[in-house]
């Protein structure tokens, strides 16, 4: 009896043993780290890249613009406005990955967030405001790039007193000289020491008066024009005193009755 003790004691024991170990290796339920918030399962997007790193937040000095037409170029201060095709990207998301065209309002509509609006933003402004919409409610960490891969062109207005009055495409730093050789210059009436730029800035309008002249000789800088600037040259008071006196005075030179009493 005591030999049977001896040889099923040790069997006891390690069956004991390995039901224990496999209790201790058994897996438990800890859930994995979020990488989204407030959204169903089924919309759940992970903000980072496929092997699991931190992902790494695109250079701010990174080209922010697609080709551009021969002779044009993107003003880092450039406002995002209607009809630009934007690129929208989420490092690491592909499926948030866009390219849409800003609309007449100056708005886009994308996944997740909805209608965002971008007119009048720079892309800076642009992409610190669509990181804060994702980080809000949806995404963690998300870096959030913008491209510009067509933008519309700028105009400026100008009238009064020039050879070729209208509206005309702005190039990128374009100059109130190289404006007025654009619409052929003053005409001969015009009055270039007080031509006028009326600009909007802040939703109010602002009136500033230029001595082309002056400019013309070094005297001045040479203001750069944007958007949607409006110059107006008027036509010179005394100058067209002179024209009408001179033109009364040829017309009573050759007419015999101007002299004549009434």
């Not at 990174?62 to 170029?73: M, W």
Request: hydrophobic share 45%; glycine share 8%; proline share 9%.
């Amino acid at each position: 009896m005591g030999h049977l003790k001896r040889l099923v004691t040790p069997i006891i024991v390690s069956a004991m043993l390995l039901i224990a170990g496999l209790a201790f290796a058994a897996p438990t339920d800890v859930p994995a780290a979020p990488v989204a918030v407030n959204i169903p399962p089924a919309q759940a997007v992970d903000a980072r890249p496929p092997d699991g790193t931190s992902p790494a937040p695109i250079s701010p000095d990174a080209p922010r613009t697609g080709p551009t037409p021969a002779g044009q170029t993107i003003p880092e201060d450039y406002r995002i406005g209607p009809r630009d095709l934007i690129e929208i990207q989420v490092f690491g998301v592909e499926t948030l990955r866009h390219e849409v065209r800003v609309n007449s309002r100056g708005a886009i509509s994308l996944a997740l967030i909805g209608t965002v609006a971008l007119g009048g933003l720079t892309v800076q402004e642009a992409e610190a405001l669509l990181t804060a919409k994702y980080e809000k409610d949806f995404l963690q960490n998300p870096h959030v790039s913008i491209f510009i891969k067509e933008f519309t062109t700028q105009w400026i207005t100008v009238e009064g007193a020039v050879g070729r009055p209208g509206v005309f495409p702005l190039k990128d730093h374009t100059s109130l000289l190289q404006v007025m050789a654009m619409v052929g210059g003053g005409a001969a009436m015009a009055d270039l020491t007080e031509v006028m730029l009326f600009r909007a800035e802040n939703g109010v309008k602002k009136m500033v008066k230029y001595d082309v002249l002056k400019i013309r000789k070094g005297e001045l800088p040479d203001p750069v024009m944007m958007n949607d600037d409006l110059l107006v040259v008027s036509r010179s008071a005394a100058r067209a005193a002179l024209k009408d006196s001179l033109f009364r005075d040829i017309v009573d030179t050759i007419n015999p009755f101007s002299y004549m009493k009434p």
